[in-house]
């Protein structure tokens, strides 16, 4: 099995012209697990990799696929958020239980060697170690389905948290900081994407005019399209319409920033389908097609990125995503941005010019009406702050407008194509859905 | 309150010693004229690497603005919640910012915009770091 540093397969780099697949690849089929708060460590068919058993399977009942025909596996090893955060909220050194899970995998991590065997996927020839977060990983898939390095391809994106309070142990429970941290930490800095968007916030309220409540109407929007998601954590666990006072009166964490403009750390898993358009034409599902994926990887200057660079930042990310899709800011119908702190998200509306807005025109855009009925259906998917923080209710959403099969959250505007993300300003990756070729 | 003590590798221990003499000396890059902090192997601007060399900064600059840690996740900080956390812009090179808490600034006073100069703090016996105080 491959490593993914073998594997040149990002499109990275301003100026590289249409994707020379466009169109080529498509998106057949998906699947999600319940999003709970936490595992409880005992429920074994709650567990991590029982979710992304589980969400295979949905993904690949979906496209209509059987585990012969995997050939691909993309996962991300480990994203848990449990007390100390990434690999530190390991169980180890403490009893294990019956195989399959007598190890960490499929409890706190998973990867594809050991999916692959659970799941009993006989001819899976593609399973690269050490890749990315889902934001790239769609990015990956595309590139992998176009190259020819497998034709049917799981996606997979499970998201841990065990008991705990987020991120409070590991390194952040250290008195020493070393490495990056040496720069940031001594002065209260976690290091955190809270902390990389904050201070550029509030840079642009100063620019632009504006205060951090008025970020309220989006954040309220969220929560709305997240209540229209059957599978979310707010619409599963029956979770009350946030309001404006709400939202107002709530405790700072990172002051201004409040407790709802964070997401909820969640226990999920998601599963998505990928093949060439095709074979996707043969499949259960009407294929949603990848025009286009992109990455970007941006070094920051100084201590801390501030306004300008986050603005050149993602202006760069949009106009290599809009030259690889051949299309314009005026083509994009469903844009489904990263929201997992909602003081990032206004860089990303006004770099992709969605819906005409500009830069410092995102405030007064989310005070117009932004709902999914309504003419500008911003963030149907309700992201993070409205499903927890799986980190993929923006792809799921995309590909069910396109299908039409977004239910309650069906927009009433054209749906045929799809623009979604997980990012920071400084890395990440976009992708391109259509519902059409070309 | 006890800050979280950094820990000098190779490419900052010049930086690190400068700072425990209480001067702030930072990567400048002779091709291309360009101060540079954190500092990094090589000039990001050019690609320098023997062209980089360190220089004494004044330790002059002003606040650009600022946060409040109310509920962060750094266990040796918790007892100081609420604090202020600043973004000092350098003035001899406004690209250049650093982090301070600001001492004696009471919380959510911050006057943005204000002079500030360097001052040196320590976190450990032998171990200093750079800060920044108000000034005028």
Request: charged residues 20%; hydrophobic residues 35%.
């Amino acid at each position: 099995m491959a490593t993914q540093n073998q594997y040149q397969w990002r499109r990275d780099k301003d100026g590289l012209g249409v994707w020379d697949h466009r169109g080529k690849v498509a998106v057949a089929g998906y699947g999600h697990s319940p999003v709970d708060r936490r595992w409880d460590e005992r429920s074994m068919d709650q567990s991590l990799g029982a979710y992304t058993i589980l969400a295979c399977r949905l993904a690949m009942e979906d496209a209509g696929v059987t585990p012969d025909q995997i050939d691909g596996i993309i996962c991300c090893d480990s994203h848990i958020a449990g007390g100390s955060g990434g690999t530190a909220s390991n169980w180890a050194p403490r009893p294990y239980f019956d195989p399959p899970y007598d190890s960490e995998l499929g409890l706190t991590l998973i990867n594809g060697e050991w999916l692959a065997k659970v799941m009993e996927l006989p001819n899976v020839r593609f399973a690269p170690t050490g890749v990315p977060t889902i934001g790239e990983m769609v990015g990956m898939a595309s590139q992998a389905i176009a190259d020819g390095k497998c034709n049917t391809c799981l996606v997979i994106y499970p998201t841990g948290n065990l008991e705990g309070r987020y991120r409070r142990g590991g390194e952040n429970a250290d008195d020493y900081a070393k490495g990056a941290r040496q720069w940031v930490a001594p002065w209260g800095n976690h290091g955190g994407n809270d902390f990389i968007n904050i201070f550029p916030h509030n840079q642009y309220c100063l620019k632009y005019g504006g205060t951090h409540d008025d970020l309220a109407p989006f954040v309220i929007n969220q929560h709305r399209n997240g209540l229209l998601t059957p599978w979310g954590y707010n619409a599963s666990h029956g979770l009350e319409q946030l309001t404006v006072e709400d939202y107002v009166t709530s405790r700072y964490i990172l002051n201004p920033l409040r407790l709802w403009d964070c997401d909820r750390p969640v226990n999920a898993s998601a599963a998505y389908l990928f093949t060439t358009a095709e074979r996707a034409r043969d499949m259960k599902q009407p294929p949603v097609y990848v025009l286009n994926h992109s990455q970007h990887n941006f070094p920051t200057r100084t201590t801390q990125s501030d306004l300008n660079e986050i603005e050149d930042w993602t202006d760069r990310a949009a106009k290599r995503m809009y030259e690889g899709a051949g299309l314009g800011p005026a083509d994009v119908d469903i844009f489904n941005p990263y929201d997992g702190y909602a003081t990032m998200t206004q860089f990303y509306l006004e770099a992709f010019q969605w819906h005409g807005v500009k830069r410092g025109d995102a405030f007064a855009f989310y005070a117009d009406d932004i709902r999914v009925e309504g003419p500008h259906p911003f963030s149907s998917s309700g992201g993070n702050l409205g499903n927890g923080r799986t980190r993929t209710a923006m792809y799921t959403d995309s590909i069910q407008q396109l299908r039409g099969t977004a239910g309650p959250r069906q927009v009433t505007v054209r749906a045929e194509t799809a623009l979604a993300a997980f990012v920071t300003p400084s890395s990440g990756g976009w992708i391109m859905f259509s519902k059409h070729p070309s | 309150m006890p800050k979280i003590i950094p820990v000098a590798d190779e490419l900052s221990k010049t930086f690190w010693d400068g700072v425990n003499d209480k001067r702030l000396i930072l990567q400048h890059c002779a091709a291309c004229e360009r101060l540079q902090y954190p500092p990094k192997p090589a000039c990001q601007f050019c690609g320098s690497g023997e062209k980089l060399e360190w220089k004494d900064v004044e330790g002059k600059g002003h606040i650009s603005t600022y946060i409040v840690i109310e509920d962060g996740r750094l266990n040796r900080r918790m007892p100081d919640q609420p604090y202020n956390l600043a973004l000092i812009t350098l003035d001899e090179d406004t690209s250049v910012n650093f982090y301070s808490n600001l001492p004696g600034v009471p919380p959510y006073e911050v006057p943005v915009g204000s002079a500030v100069e360097v001052m040196f703090e320590e976190v450990a016996p032998d171990q200093l770091i750079h800060e920044w105080k108000v000034v005028g």
